[in-house]
Every structure is written in C-alpha cells, then in structure tokens.
C-alpha cells in the first residue's frame, strides 16, 4: 500500500531546533508537502519539496531524498506558538489525490 | 489571490438528518478540489477529489456525497447522518495536479 509514516509527538524547548521525520511507502510522487494545524483550526501550507534537497522558507526548512524514501521538516529557533500538528503529504501519480501522514504533535515548552 | 470559503463553521445535527456543507474558491478556474475528514486528535482521511465540474472521485464508501454544480463550488452532502459522521470537515483546492493544496477554515460537525 501507500503510507507516510512520522513520529506521533515530539517535544522541545524554546529557541531549540527540532526535525520531524517523514518515511514514505509509495510509488511515484510529485512532492512531499508540509503543513501546519493548530487545535481547531485548518492545516496551513508550510513548504514543498518538488525535487531532492533542502527548501527553506525563514525558520522552517523542508527536506527529500526520494532514493531514501525520506523527508523532514526542521524547524528552528522554537517559539511557543509553533505548538501544533505537522503533516507530511504527496501527491500521487497514480492518484489525483493528496495523501497525508497521521500527523506529529509539537510541544514547545519554556 | 486565490481563496476559499466553507461553511457553516459549526453545526450540531441529530443523528438521521440531512447534512450539507458548501465550499466555494475564488481567484481561480478549474481547480481541483478536496473534501477531507479529520476525526478529534487525528490525521486527515480523504473523503472525495473532484478534476472538474460534475466529476466526483469517492475514495471511501459511506454515507456521504460530493457533487460539483459549478467550477468553484463543492458541496458535501448526506440524507441521513450517522454518529460517526461527527468530525471536523476540511475543503481544499489545488490550481494543479501534484502542487500543493490550501484549505478552507473548516466546519465542525457533531451528531447528536
């Protein structure tokens, strides 16, 4: 089948640097997207890795190896406000359709 | 620029009523569009994809219907609602095929 695999939680502290893993078990892609969830609200558009290598917009970067099989999303000089869910997600060829992993939980804490 | 509305944001519907929720984008034609289903505390589970006006894609069977009347409009339905309908209903678009997609602010639904 088709998944996308990333750690359920994760927790850090502020000013820290913290990388949220994505593995993926797929046929071909078009890229691997990232978005961002606070409690209640809708994902938000984060970042978008097309081709390998590191995409990186302010403090947050995004990276793929699709020889790996393997993406991450690194985010850097934590703030409290960045508490919330982070998706991985592919497009996939064989599908018209955006397919996202289960989604980690970041804790920021003081 | 391109956005998306849906609503209602939140509504509370007994169990065996009839449920409709709208999404409309503007600031684009012929987008693909999304309707996904986030459960409390859980991933995004894809419930229909549209490529055109009139073309629903299901990808999981269940009580609920998508249709498309216009470029821009996507509509959630279903006749009777079930308790496990309850959850938190996002519509998207994308401008094309395998770039990323943006989301509407959502609706929340509980049956009760």
């Known amino acids: 089948g088709q998944s996308l695999e990333q750690p359920s939680e994760v927790t850090a502290v502020e000013g820290a640097i913290v990388q949220i893993n994505c593995t993926y078990q797929?046929?071909?892609?078009?890229?691997l997207s990232w978005y961002q969830q606070h409690d209640g609200g809708a994902p938000t558009f984060l970042s978008y890795n097309a081709l390998d290598g590191l995409e990186e917009t302010g403090r947050f970067s995004s990276f793929l190896s699709r020889s790996d099989s393997y993406g991450y999303l690194l985010l850097q000089e934590l703030q409290m406000k960045d508490s919330a869910s982070y998706f991985c997600?592919?497009?996939?060829?064989?599908?018209?359709?955006?397919?996202f992993g289960a989604g980690t939980r970041l804790t920021v804490k003081p | 620029s391109q956005t998306i509305h849906q609503w209602p944001a939140t509504l509370v519907q007994p169990v065996g009523s009839p449920l409709s929720l709208e999404c409309t984008v503007e600031?684009?034609?012929?987008?693909?569009l999304y309707w996904y289903r986030q459960a409390a505390g859980r991933g995004l589970q894809l419930l229909f994809y549209s490529v055109g006006i009139g073309q629903i894609s299901s990808e999981v069977p269940q009580n609920l219907s998508a249709s498309r009347p216009q470029d821009r409009q996507f509509i959630l339905s279903s006749k009777k609602l079930l308790l496990s309908d309850s959850g938190f209903y996002l519509c998207a678009w994308e401008w094309q095929l395998g770039n990323t997609i943006y989301f509407g602010e959502g609706s929340w639904l509980t049956v009760v």
């Open positions: 600031g684009t034609s012929n987008p693909n």
């Open positions: 997600a592919v497009t996939l060829y064989n599908n018209n359709d955006m397919r």
């Open positions: 797929t046929s071909g892609f078009y890229g």
